[in-house]
């Protein structure tokens, strides 16, 4: 009998993984799967070949983000499924988990159907303090920049940024920099097969005179173990997650994995918490953090590729 086969889906930039997952197609190959790597929009791969494919150092995929939901839509064996891969590939789902009640960090939304001028989006920024402009579809951290609101040249390159993306049909998000990520950095928490595994510590990535620009940032992380407020926090998310799949598309999904990005609230702040992301498609699982996690993530593999 022949091993199970497993694809890794990776990009042209990647073709073998992203150096955070150089060690997975070894740690699949000591469980009994025969690992496979495959860049996404290869049009030589068979992936009636794949065996369970699953999705990894995807970084461009908001460059052709139909391209990709298409493609995704083709897998029959996908992890995770190609409807969450969807939902979660444009930010606007923050919108989603806000109307679950969820703790989001207060966001204005710039539409390119607004058609808005220079100075209607000099308007929606905020009037103090250093505020993010981001796309809602971007992979990687790629066109996010922190900005200063009283500074005339940091609005003035905040405003060129946003209007960038506006004019290229891309929604912009603006968001007030929530000063608790400069103190206490980010908090990832790791779901695989939906049971909590780990949590890793990420120091802050936007330094003040950070801008957007087509590149991927480098997050700098280290594995700690979670508390138990911190899991009390991940699960009260993982759950309402999970209803929103349920309400959408009329069943539970057991995704393979699941990271849940948070920051602690600021001393004036009414919620414990905020939800900062969460991702289902390619976001690091920082599998080079411990050796554990690489050994649960393929475990995990391993589990889904038996069934």
Do not use: C
């Not at 690992?35 to 996404?40: E, F, L, N, Q």
């Not at 926090?233 to 009329?250: D, T």
């Amino acid at each position: 009998m022949s091993d199970p086969i497993v694809t890794l889906v990776t990009s042209q930039n990647f073709p073998r993984l992203d150096a955070d997952e150089a060690g997975l197609p070894d740690a699949l190959r000591d469980r009994g799967i025969e690992p496979r790597i495959a860049v996404w929009n290869d049009p030589s791969v068979n992936w009636d070949e794949a065996g369970t494919v699953v999705v990894r150092s995807v970084r461009d995929y908001a460059k052709d983000r139909r391209g990709f939901i298409e493609w995704a839509e083709s897998i029959p064996r996908l992890l995770n499924s190609a409807n969450v891969m969807k939902w979660n590939t444009d930010k606007h789902y923050l919108q989603d988990l806000a109307v679950l009640g969820m703790p989001t960090i207060e966001t204005t939304w710039l539409e390119p159907s607004q058609n808005l001028s220079r100075n209607q989006v000099h308007t929606r920024f905020p009037a103090v303090g250093d505020f993010v402009v981001k796309p809602a579809i971007s992979s990687g951290g790629r066109g996010t920049g922190r900005y200063t609101s009283t500074d005339a040249i940091s609005r003035m390159r905040a405003i060129t940024d946003a209007i960038h993306h506006l004019e290229r049909g891309r929604s912009v998000m603006v968001q007030r920099y929530h000063e608790e990520v400069d103190r206490s950095g980010e908090v990832s928490l790791i779901y695989l097969n939906g049971l909590p595994s780990y949590k890793v510590e990420k120091e802050p990535m936007l330094h003040p005179r950070f801008e957007g620009g087509d590149v991927v940032h480098e997050e700098i992380a280290r594995s700690s173990d979670a508390t138990e407020q911190e899991w009390r926090w991940g699960e009260r998310i993982r759950q309402s997650l999970h209803s929103y799949i349920k309400e959408q598309s009329g069943r539970d999904e057991l995704l393979l994995f699941n990271r849940v990005d948070i920051v602690r609230g600021g001393p004036n702040d009414n919620e414990e918490f905020y939800v900062m992301e969460i991702s289902l498609i390619d976001g690091s699982l920082y599998l080079s953090a411990d050796e554990d996690n690489l050994a649960k993530f393929a475990d995990a593999i391993a589990v889904r590729a038996s069934w």
